[in-house]
């Protein structure tokens, strides 16, 4: 018996390392998409000896909450990698079938620019009114004439345009890409969210059902007379904060699934399973790689570089219109007496207006999406630096929680709830270490929940994603 009193002054350091490490070990770096809201559980609320005798009343028995709304039953749960939940999403997400339809609107455009110029056929009849006598004339009343026109166009200019479009269509599928990895990300996101409020709810109903057996114990004391009844007010408010916090992370739970069904427009049934852990293993290149990678492969950079080939097309075939268009025309014209074929040409000179105007707007939006393409690409590597902090961080806190730090709490609960069940503590002494291993194992969560977010960002600056799930 003596021995407790050394064992729980263990207690005591652990809680100034937990205050030290949880002031440190705070993310520097927001949480990435379908983070918002993560916080660590709050403490419980202030012990009820704070409250005057005559405001808290004796109550045996918790109150009653109301009820939800019941639920069907959907039958038994259907697991789900995230790799499949991926699928789903681009498979159904409606921005990613938009973008597809964008890049075939592109194709389209190839077609329409790669086309050869119709010719144009103009038909003229009509009747000839004599203005000498038939004798001279002859016994014509009627003329008829047909002229084809085809338009020779200029190669340089048809060459520069089938160009642009071909860019187009570049950054069409850069787009899609864009919005195929952004959803990638968020998908795998909101897949660890989930799993982090379930495991959130899981801890909350585990220390309801250890302080629920606290409370029967003291209640047993009071009926005993061995306890005094104020011990149990005190067990019933700490019970009741606790029903609530696992009420409120059950709630976070199915928040965060109606989340990532509504990424996935419905595709997900209502009865899915996430088959995953926080604990699963993060595989990433090396920096270096990645540093190389990231600038030339992101799809916002490809994009503004198939912005910039279309630019530069554009200035092309601006300068090409400048050169004379030929029109080959051939015209037939028949009457009663004589029939003539005739064949010329028509060319447009540009002697007044050289295009000044529509050149120097395709210079300027050549320039524009150059000095727009440098930026981007620096802020991508800037991103990328960033990330990978976080990452490091991440990592860091998880090594750090798993070093050694839980199983110093989780025994300081045992040593406090031995020395409590032998009446050397009390009872503010065992919620104290509860509440200390409760926050240690909040913020082991949220450290594994980092570590995936900032590879999940990671991965969506370099565009890793499974390209075969989005077809074309």
Known sequence: MQILPFRFSSFSSIFILFTATSVAAQPSVPLPIGADG??????????????????????????????????????????????????????????????????????????????YLNPEVMFMMGPMDKQLPERFTGPSNHQHSVTVIQPIENPFMRSARIGASEAIVDASRASLDQISTDLAAQLRVRAYELLLRQEQAALEQSIYDLLSDVRRRIAANVERGEVARFELIRADTELQSADNRK???????????????????????????????????????PLDVLRQQVPTVNPDVVRLEAEQERANKRISQERASILPSINVLYTNYQDQQFQSNTAGMSVRIPIWYRRRGEIDTAIFDSARVKESLEYRRYEISQLFEAAWQAYQIAVQRVAMFEGGLIKEAENAVKVAEAAYKFGERGLIEFLDSQRILRGILGDALLARFDLHSAAAEIDRLRAHYPKELVPE
């Open 247 to 285: 009420e409120a992370a059950r709630l976070n739970a199915e928040r965060a699934k109606v989340f990532l069904m509504q990424l996935t427009a419905g595709a997900l049934p209502a009865n899915f399973q996430i088959k995953g852990s926080l604990k699963d293993p993060v595989d990433l290149p």
């Open 38 to 115: 993560l916080q660590p559980p709050a403490l419980s609320s202030p012990p009820a000896r704070e409250l005057a005798p005559s405001t808290t009343p004796f109550k045996n028995e918790l109150p009653k909450r109301i009820p939800l709304p019941p639920t069907a039953s959907q039958g038994p749960a259907v697991p789900y990698t995230i790799e499949e939940v991926q699928r789903l999403g681009l498979q159904a997400n409606g921005l990613v079938l938009a973008a597809r339809s964008q890049v075939g609107m592109a194709k389209g455009g190839v077609v329409a620019a790669s086309a």
